[in-house]
């Protein structure tokens, strides 16, 4: 039986996709893995949400359960075996608290960073609106979405399927090492947006490569309704 190492609820998802040039995501592809398109196109998603209700190892983190996280993330499969696995790899992850910071680094060995954030979820009317705000070098970016209450399965449209739908996380160790962890959650469903804001200075929080992103525009934006998620302890690819 498998053990997860963190247990929580990921909600009030909001996230935009732009299709980039592959050799943008080249260097940042972990060993044994390829990067995975949808219709020959490479995507990067900045995904908002909030982290909610979190648990290590079954015990609450004191003053550390409930907190936005911010990310650039983008899509590869592994190609060690028959069976692939559909995964995601983060550029870099946002969140507004130093030990979570710290815990994720150490534990996870991914590329969190820790700057003041603030957030909001709304109903107005028939709709709802979601955004996430966060400050670098004195300015605040944010990425705010404003969509339909009425949720559909994901599985109705492949592009949100293909962005949403992944239960596995890849981290580059190295030019010959990868790690991986599994992610469990029920089928997510998404919500029709029907306007959104995105102001992101993508070169200095990502990398001046993403810099091609700041004056873009995202090939597609929608919110999801989230759940509980179990991430299990890193492992090895191989």
């Known amino acids: 039986m498998k053990t997860h190492?963190?247990?929580?609820?990921?909600?009030?998802?909001?996230m935009a996709s732009y299709a980039v040039p592959e050799k943008l995501l080249l260097p940042y592809v972990p060993y044994k893995t390829e990067l995975d398109r949808f219709e020959g196109e490479a995507y990067v998603t900045l995904a908002g949400f909030m982290f909610l209700n979190t648990q290590m190892l079954g015990f609450d983190i004191p003053f550390h359960s409930n907190f936005e996280e911010v990310t650039l993330r983008f899509y590869v499969k592994s190609n060690h075996s028959l069976a692939a696995k559909r995964g995601v790899v983060f550029i870099k992850e946002i969140v507004p608290k130093y030990a979570i910071t710290l815990l994720a680094n150490t534990v996870f060995g991914q590329n969190y960073t820790t700057l003041k954030m603030k957030s909001f979820h709304q109903d107005i009317g028939d709709y709802m609106e979601t955004g996430y705000e966060w400050k670098y070098q004195d300015k605040w970016n944010k990425l705010v979405a404003k969509a339909g209450k009425r949720s559909t399965p994901i599985r109705q449209n492949r592009f949100n399927e293909f962005i949403a739908d992944h239960y596995y996380g890849f981290r580059k160790n190295g030019e010959t090492k990868t790690y991986q962890y599994e992610v469990e959650h029920e089928l997510w469903e998404t919500f029709n947006v029907i306007d959104y804001s995105v102001?992101?200075?993508?070169g200095?929080?990502?990398?001046?490569?993403?810099s091609i992103l700041n004056e873009a525009k995202p090939n597609s934006v929608f919110m999801l309704k989230g759940s509980e998620i179990r991430i299990h302890q890193r492992t090895l690819l191989e």
């Open 5 to 14: 190492l963190l247990r929580a609820e990921w909600n009030n998802i909001v």
């Open 204 to 210: 200095s929080l990502f990398g001046k490569e993403f």
């Open 199 to 202: 102001d992101c200075d993508f």
